[in-house]
């Protein structure tokens, strides 16, 4: 491995270029006896088999030779590599795989060793959409969702596997899995007033990784839909320019105390009845969601949350006739839910019991966030975990306990282990033993689940237990021969109160030299919706700060108070602040690393953000010139009054007027002394207009800077505009941070 602008390339993509194994993705048995796996390179690529009872271990294929050869006689290709010639697998049968070989379906007897190609579809059939695998796989199509373009998405398929879902010019679309033609359920959307429904990575759900999304009804006769009404909303402009003509494109984006857009909760029967409108009063400025079906098919759990996230309330509707009542409610002298978590991902905390009986609720109200569990008249029957640290979210209830990932360790508080607890009261057990960050997939029977965990420098380890923690075997471990770096390092600092502790997370060149002096970098966020210090290996907010040291810095992460994941009094340090302990808590963490060590130059730094990050890294350095010497604001947020994600924090302008004066940081503009570069994308209709507001600003200040705009680019960069900011930022830096001894 190299350092330089090789290194930096290289490890911009991250970390999968040079380690293989650790983490993996299972395929499960129907019967529930095996566990099936592929690991390496393609090129020597491996299977193992596990027997989930006894944990015994065997390869996949035995004679890997011998099954490359009948797979060359099944289908006529000659599969590249040497190792096992498929990418994924899954199971045909409790002792036979599926899988694909170029663009043949083959099976594999895993006792005889026989592979068979499946029965190959007519081009013709194809062509028409009239084949199976067309009907029975779910389709792309374009979705809405607030404040941003639409994404691509693919069909929700019903409990039976007889049709999908999908949306089509606002309205909802059923589309039959028998003979692949179209109806709709609605005919009354609009773009102004359209309908939606949830959407989660089905991969995700099916790995035990996400809860399933609420749409359908257990026996998928109804779909529970929302009905989203845009009248009146705030339309940020969007102008395309690289076509012969110039295009201007308006999308949705509710602005801080203006016009939210007004949902409401609809049932929809498939077999054509009336829809039916969930009776939840005006819903004018509430979030409500579709929380959960109840078993028997006919009624639902919905959640709801007023605009500024100080009460929530948990009712039970009937899906054939919209009546509701409530259950139970909360309300907090702050926010009770991340507001992007529910906007966005519809992650309310809300869960039943497999019966349909009992739910479990997520709240904060002792100080740090616990289970609760509710019976379906609304009472408390007992809290189900308690103590100083957080649960972090549940994957999974069965009929005697609740499983959930938490950051028990309060002496390492970004760990994150397995834990479960019972239904009917006890103490909790953590299932995890290891440091760092664990994340569990369960079987389809909950009897197993695949534990796998790493640190910022100790790559994936995947082991396999039983539900009660007891350890299985070993599964698999990530090589890691072929990286040649130094690891990064946590550390904690003192926050600037004094008191609180801090965690984060330091990279180094591959050939740091600790008798040598290296500039430091920080790559910062600040946003109070997420922690994003990288505690696991290879995290997303791990590439851009490993691949910046690679050209001769050494660089860190760090969330200060104001963040989640730790005590609501850690996170509520945001409320009416935004500020509050971005800039004091940052700067102490940059004195204190100087101070600490001695590889580190004595000059100032750099800092380099994205999104609300670019407004942390301007922010850093126009209020601690002393601290910071260049800064680079990537797609900024700098406007407070520009959307509604601030409100849950912030208040309101209209009755928080010091709250948003104090959060705008145009003012600082005229005492920014650090170098600075502004990028962003022209069409992302989010921050475009702030970044064309700083630049002015800058500019009547007489402050000079370098303004990247990246073509045709939302808030989020395609590779070839990424690997163009990045080099832009590499320069920058090489050009204005003094270098020290090297």
């Not at 309205?171 to 028998?178: E, G, M, T």
């Not at 007033?193 to 949830?198: A, L």
């Not at 907010?541 to 989640?564: E, I, M, N, S, W």
């Not at 102490?588 to 100032?604: D, F, I, P, T």
């Amino acid at each position: 491995m190299t350092t330089g602008h090789a290194g930096f390339d290289r490890f911009i993509e991250g970390l999968d270029a040079f380690v293989t194994g650790g983490a993996i993705l299972p395929a499960w048995s129907p019967d529930g006896k095996w566990l099936a796996f592929l690991e390496g390179t393609a090129e020597e690529r491996t299977g193992r088999l596990v027997d989930l009872e006894s944990g015994r271990t065997e390869p996949l294929v035995a004679d890997v030779a011998a099954l490359r050869k009948a797979v060359r006689a099944a289908t006529g290709q000659t599969p590249a590599g040497t190792g096992l010639p498929f990418e994924h697998i899954g199971f045909a049968g409790p002792r036979q795989l599926s899988a694909m070989v170029g663009s043949a379906t083959v099976t594999v007897d895993l006792d005889s060793g026989e592979v068979a190609e499946l029965p190959t579809e007519r081009p013709i059939d194809l062509h028409m959409e009239l084949a199976d695998s067309v009907r029975r796989t779910p389709k792309e199509f374009l979705r809405t969702a607030p404040l941003t373009d639409p994404i691509k998405a693919r069909e929700l398929g019903s409990p039976q596997g007889t049709a999908f879902v999908s949306t089509v010019d606002g309205n909802i679309v059923l589309r039959s899995v028998a003979d692949n033609r179209t109806a709709r359920l609605t005919t009354d959307g609009t773009p102004e007033h359209e309908y939606r429904f949830d959407l989660v990575d089905p991969q995700l759900t099916a790995l035990g990784m996400a809860f399933p999304v609420c749409n359908w009804s257990p026996d998928g006769s109804r779909i529970a839909v929302y009905r989203v009404d845009n009248e009146g909303v705030y339309q940020a402009p969007q102008v395309h320019h690289l076509k012969r003509g110039d295009e201007v494109v308006h999308r949705y984006f509710a602005q801080a105390g203006g016009r939210l857009e007004r949902t409401t909760l609809h049932v929809l029967d498939v077999y054509g009845g009336a829809p039916v409108e969930l009776d939840l009063g005006d819903t004018t400025d509430t979030y409500p969601v579709h929380g959960a079906w109840l078993p028997d098919g006919a009624h639902l759990v919905v959640f709801v949350l007023r605009r500024d996230c100080r009460r929530a309330e948990v009712l039970l509707a009937d899906a054939r006739t919209g009546q509701t009542r409530p259950l139970f409610s909360e309300e907090g002298e702050t926010f009770l839910r991340i507001h992007h978590d529910v906007y966005y991902g519809k992650k309310i905390g809300l869960f039943r019991t497999p019966d349909g009986t009992r739910l479990l609720w997520l709240s904060e109200r002792s100080g740090w966030k616990h289970l609760y569990l509710y019976d379906l008249e609304g009472t408390l029957i007992r809290w189900l975990t308690d103590g100083e640290w957080p649960v972090d979210y549940v994957h999974r209830v069965d009929d005697e306990y609740v499983y959930f990932t938490a950051h028990q360790d309060q002496t390492r508080p970004y760990d994150v282990h397995l834990a479960r607890a019972p239904l009917a009261g006890g103490s909790v057990e953590r299932l995890s033993e290891q440091p760092g960050v664990h994340a569990a997939i369960f079987s389809p029977n909950g009897e197993t689940f695949i534990d796998t965990f790493s640190t910022p420098a100790e790559a994936p380890r995947s082991v396999l237990r039983r539900a009660d923690g007891a350890l299985i075997c070993e599964l698999s471990t990530a090589d890691t021969s072929n990286l040649e770096w130094t690891p990064p390092q946590q550390f904690t600092a003192t926050a600037a109160d004094g008191e609180t502790e801090l965690w984060g997370v330091q990279f180094f060149p591959a050939d740091f030299d600790p008798t040598k002096q290296y500039p430091l970098i920080e790559y910062v966020y600040g946003g109070p919706q997420i922690a994003v210090a990288p505690h696991a290996f290879n995290s997303h907010f791990a590439k851009a700060v490993h691949a910046l040291a690679q050209l001769g810095y050494v660089t860190f992460v760090v969330d200060g108070r104001g963040t989640p994941e730790r005590s609501k009094a850690f996170h509520d340090v945001v409320t009416q602040d935004w500020a509050a302990g971005l800039v004091p808590d940052h700067a102490a963490v940059v004195e204190q690393l100087k101070q600490r060590h001695g590889y580190l130059s004595e000059a100032k730094v750099g800092v380099v953000g994205h999104s609300w990050g670019g407004y942390s890294a301007f922010r850093l350095a126009a209020e601690r010139p002393d601290v910071y010497a260049a800064a680079v604001s990537s797609a900024p947020g700098f406007d407070p009054y520009s959307s509604v994600l601030y409100e849950c924090y912030l208040g309101f302008p209209q009755t928080d007027h010091d709250a948003y004066r104090n959060a705008t940081p145009y003012p600082l503009a005229a005492q920014l002394s650090a170098e600075f570069l502004l990028a962003c994308g022209t069409i992302d209709h989010a921050t475009w207009t702030d970044s064309i507001k700083m630049s002015e600003t800058l500019i009547r200040a007489g402050k000079d800077h370098e303004f990247v705009l990246l073509p045709e680019q939302p808030h989020g960069y395609d590779a070839v505009h990424d690997s163009y900011f990045w080099r832009k930022v590499a320069a920058f830096f090489r050009a204005h941070l003094q270098e020290g001894n090297r």
